[in-house]
């Protein structure tokens, strides 16, 4: 049985075998609690939640982190406050090992030593020479998949309907349905990867196919050469012979490889034959690849070719709200709303603001609200403008007077109802250019007399009323600052 000797919290000492897991978690537990009064509730969520311990041996803490980046970034910004935890619960010998690890491969493992100077380079254990995938007897254990890539965190919207649905039929029945191959095209960061690893985690998950393969056009095209270059392509052609669904992305850049191409031809007659599922992505559709064989192009085209477009606005604003559930982190509505209205080309773009503004919070330790995500938009989007709608108009006035949204469209009398309503009614008469019949419905079906009513009340306000111009010049600031 593993202890752990007590004499005190700063002089704890673990015995070198490995820690039973429930003694692990307390262990990381009384790591972190030491960690996360020093900082935000942001900070701490964004960069040591996601942070898995994996044992520790000889007062030496395993854990993985999911990227490169994330490690340099803990290393860079707190060093400092890892290292005075691990000395206070583990003692002075106390250090952590790192290990990257984004997917299903191997990572090298980045050591930290808290005795080390601040500011000292860690040892990097250099990554073995990468073997490939046909050499090695049990490499179809490996699928290349991102599990985090699912259908259940993949967000359906009219750009990616048909996809999506396409997808999910070939996730039952891989190599039963007419869908094969089933090709997905559109621009880049739309979702096509995602889509297509999520049908090979499906697959694997519930047991339709116990052999999946995801590998871009390039690695395909280097394994081949590899396997020119080794006199290994009958091992070559038959491990990638062997899939029960093989997924290949971005076949673009087939384009001008004639011998990979040739290969890929023998191998996609085998397996479609063999009934096996085979999925493959583009940034065009088939018909349109220059420098890509015509057999080749007339069996992409035997299955289904289905197209996804950038997502629309709905699309984008469910994606973000989406992530943040997932990652349990609190983004204020307009925030989400203001990036979803100006960042329309692809979702990855989307993305990226998402992380970056969550990197800025932490960086700054500051709340996030549209002034950030405004900076941070700035250096993504050439010109950042959102349209201004009533509704927008209704939304920040609500907040301004602290009420209810909904109550400005209700039949409710109260005074601070009405004079939220009216001010609305002014502004949106003022700064957009909606008729007063179209304003009029926006509150609750009300006669455009009610609009002019409501604007005459205001202008009438605003002229006698010093405090109240000022509420008025306050609102439009805000409305200003969404909209400009």
Known sequence: ????????????????????????????KRILSHIQPEINSQSFKTW??????????????????????FYEWLEEHYYSLISGALTKVLGEKASLTYTVVPSDEPAPAIVVSPNEPAGRAPEVTPAKAEQSLYSQPLAYEKT?????????????????????????????????TSFNPLVLYGGTGLGKTHLMQAIGNYALETGKAKRVMYVSSEKFTNEFIDAIRNDATTDFS????????????????????????????????????LGKQIILSSDRPPKELQGLDERLISRFQWGLTADIQPPDLETRSAILRNKCQRDDVTIPEPVLDFIAANVKS??????????????????????????????????????????LTVEEIQRIVSDYYDIPNDLLRAKTRKQEVVIARQVSM????????????????????????????AYQTVEEQIKIDP??????????????????
């Open 238 to 273: 038959n491990f990638y012979r062997s899939m029960d669904i093989l997924i290949v992305d971005d076949i673009q850049f087939f384009t001008g490889k004639e011998k990979t191409q040739d290969s890929f031809f023998h191998t996609f007659n085998s397996l479609h034959q």
């Open 426 to 453: 002014y502004l949106a008469k003022e700064l957009t250019n909606c008729s007063l019949k179209t304003i009029g419905l926006n509150f609750g079906g009300r006669d455009h007399s009610t609009v002019i009513h």
């Open 48 to 69: 040591f939640e996601p942070i898995k311990p994996v044992k520790i041996e000889n007062n030496v803490v395993s854990v993985t982190v999911p990227s490169q980046f």
């Open 1 to 28: 049985m593993i202890s752990i000797v007590t004499a005190s919290d700063a002089s704890a000492t673990v015995k070198s075998d490995l820690l039973q897991s429930e003694e692990l978690e307390a262990v990381w």
């Open 144 to 176: 290349f998949l991102n599990k985090r890539n699912t259908f259940n965190n993949f967000i359906k919207g009219e750009s990616n309907q048909l996809a999506r649905a396409a997808a999910m039929a070939v996730a039952n029945n891989p190599g039963g």
């Open 467 to 484: 405090k109240f111009r000022t509420t008025i010049d306050q609102i439009k600031k805000k409305i200003d600052l969404y909209s400009r």
């Open 346 to 387: 692809n979702v990855r773009e989307l993305e990226g603001c998402y992380t970056k503004l969550l990197f800025n919070a932490s960086l700054l330790g500051k709340d996030i609200d549209i002034e950030m995500a405004r900076e941070v938009l700035s250096s993504v989007v050439t010109e950042v403008r959102s349209p």
